[in-house]
């Protein structure tokens, strides 16, 4: 039997209104499969004429993910990042082969994302992957997570984001790549109405939600200017700030017990898409940890093998994380993780208002 997780988790602001996360690691709601321990040969991956994003590809193999496939046939078989009509939000992750034939067998290992490549407080080598390990840096981070415990966590994350991208690391080439939802703004009638429209809501729920996005984002502003004064580190602008702080809220996700239920931004599983309400999800979330739990040591070494075969002394921590296929999945699907808990409960208004706010559609 095979345990796969599956689960999103939420942090409240104010009683009704709450900032989403990503799927995570934490409050597991456990499913166990069937499934044999199998490799097989990897092949060739097609062109589609879709536009891969290969200077992502290239960020992210230098911050140690496994299993993205190559265009110079390094790695024939694995995952790209593509912008495509056939992509439900027209950019996702795909699971992509030469032969049509091969698949992923439920269980097996897509990706494998060392610890040392999340963006995270709790993960200094983020901070000093440009090889600035300086005092100040150290100092800052330490009163960054003084403020985290003390304070909304955008607050703290987005300065810490800021801080990571002033730097000329493999991070802040990561971070310049970020894509999310507009910064927020004071709400206006077209932007009440467009969220009525696209969230199924009324006038009023949508211009509360909009409201209050709005009002957090000054409250926590206005927090992460004073720790700035404080600490006289003038890390970032307002209008860089808004644009972190909306594109991290809906990037975000809860890191579970592993890392003391820390919050982060996890590679390449940010660029994966919630599925349309015709699809189920077919990738859950793993640390090393949860896998050793779950498997003997052999076997996990054997569907890990699968994207780090090149590196048979790898050395792995119980941090790392894992992507893992849910079921079947064929050559040339997209690849979803579900950013709800519970697809078939139906989601009240607020839900709905919200959930469109952070990720900029309508989370079903």
Known sequence: MF?????????????????????????????????AFTLRASARSGDDGSVIDTSLHETLKLLGVRGIASSNGSQEEGVVVQTTHKSVAGRGAFYVSQ??????????????????????????TSLYSAGDDDEEASVLLQNLLS??????????????????????????????????????????????QNLMNKANVSQQTASEASDFRYNAFVRDWSTAKEW????????????????????????????????????????????????????????????????????????????IGRVIEDDTEAQLDDRDVLLVARCEILEGDELFLSYRNNRAKPMDEKERAWTTLQYGFLVQ
Request: avoid cysteine; glycine fraction near 4%.
């Open 3 to 35: 345990l796969l997780l599956n689960v999103l988790t939420s942090v409240t602001l104010v009683i009704g209104w709450q900032y989403p996360l990503r799927p995570s690691f934490v409050t597991p709601v456990v499913r166990y499969y069937e499934r």
């Open 99 to 124: 032969e049509s034939t091969n698949t992923i067998q439920q269980g097996d290992v897509l990706a494998y994302i060392p610890k040392t490549a999340i963006l995270t407080l709790s993960n200094p």
């Open 147 to 192: 403020l985290s415990s003390a304070s909304s966590w955008p607050v703290s994350f987005t300065l810490y984001v800021g801080m990571v991208a002033s730097k000329n690391g493999i991070f802040s080439k990561w971070i310049d790549k970020f894509m999310g939802p507009e910064p927020p703004s004071p709400t206006n009638d077209n932007d009440a």
């Open 228 to 303: 700035m004064k404080e600490n006289n580190n003038h890390i970032m602008s307002e209008s860089l700030f808004a644009k972190l702080y909306s594109i991290l809220v809906s990037r975000t996700a809860n890191l579970g017990p592993y890392y003391n239920n820390t919050r982060g931004v996890i590679p390449l599983h940010d660029m994966i898409n919630h599925p349309d309400v015709e699809r189920e999800h077919n990738i859950e979330l793993f640390t090393v940890g949860d896998l050793r739990e779950l498997v003997s040591e052999d076997t996990m070494q054997q569907l």
